[in-house]
């Protein structure tokens, strides 16, 4: 937690979060991750002064675990001193003890915030999905919280001016705004009109701009004219000298194909939507299927 502290700014961690998507469609399959296609609510997390602490706090609890599809769960939430934001107890359940910073007595607004990431730490628990180290675990948390529906709450916490911040979880807003904009483009969603921070909104229509160009990478066909450019000549060097050269400078990489003789390639490339390695022939127009996340994907190999 970023408590009038700096905040980092950029995508330091853009490729732990791109990982963790992946993982995120390989533990859960395309189909349990489209169970998470709504996001939760706003006026289900709501929490104004008027309030009462504790009863508020279990009912917003009450509707995370609801969303993460954790009907056995129960959450026993606290506060006290402590240097983080939160903490959760991952015990074999089904209580669950979570411990809040002190801090949010007075910010209630931010507690579904804390919540969403303290919950979903349960949830990838009783998956048995985790990073190695802390860090990466973290981020994952983050990644999968916004992914699943609840972690655009993080990204609204977020709040930076000349005189204070705040800000809540291990990514960078921008990283944040990142997995929000994955998620907005892969369901159809439109979260602008949920923020009640400007800087949460500025750093999602950044991540968005990030998001949108992992779509325009070639071989995608939407790839723009220096793409493209630099792609032909990867190809042709490919071609001359044998997929043994030095790696491309583009997302993609070249391998031969044995199925073809000697001449012929394949190029391997991110999903733009879940980043598995697509490989397809290097043979001009093909349109390939992911077998990961279904997105079927236009190129020009």
């Known amino acids: 937690m970023a408590n009038g502290g700096p905040v980092i700014h950029g995508y330091p961690h853009l490729e732990t979060v791109r990982s963790a998507i992946t993982a995120l469609y390989k533990r859960l399959s395309y189909d349990t991750v489209h169970t998470f296609g709504t996001s939760i609510a706003p006026a289900d997390v709501a929490f104004c002064d008027q309030d009462d602490l504790h009863m508020g706090a279990q009912r917003v609890a009450h509707e995370l675990v609801r969303h993460y599809h954790l009907p056995d769960a129960r959450m026993i939430v606290s506060f006290r001193e402590m240097e983080h934001a939160a903490s959760v107890e991952l015990a074999a359940g089904p209580e669950y003890f ?50 699943l529906g609840a972690g655009w709450l993080l990204l609204d916490a977020y709040r930076e001016d000349a005189a204070s911040s705040q800000k809540l979880g291990y990514l960078t807003p921008e990283e944040f705004g990142y997995v929000l904009a994955k998620r907005s483009l892969a369901f159809g969603e439109a979260p602008e009109t949920w ?54 400078a583009g997302p993609y990489a070249f391998s031969a194909d044995g199925s073809r003789g000697r001449d012929g390639l394949r190029v391997a490339f991110p999903c733009p939507t879940c980043h598995q390695r697509i490989r397809v022939p290097v043979r001009g127009r093909v349109r390939a299927r992911c077998g990961l996340c279904r997105t079927v994907l236009e190129c020009d190999t």
């Open 195 to 248: 923020f009640t921070s400007p800087q949460a909104y500025t750093a999602y229509t950044k991540g968005l701009a990030q998001a949108r160009l992992d779509e325009q990478q070639p071989p995608l066909t939407a790839a723009g004219w220096a793409g493209r450019r630099r792609y032909a000549k990867d190809r042709r060097y490919a071609q001359d000298h044998g997929a043994r050269g030095p790696a491309p």
């Open 98 to 147: 979570i411990e809040l910073n002190d801090r949010f007595r007075t910010h209630r607004r931010d507690i579904g915030a804390a919540l969403a990431h303290e919950i979903m730490h349960v949830y990838l628990h009783r998956l048995d999905l985790s990073f190695p180290g802390t860090r990466d675990n973290e981020i994952l948390t983050d990644v999968a919280a916004t992914y």
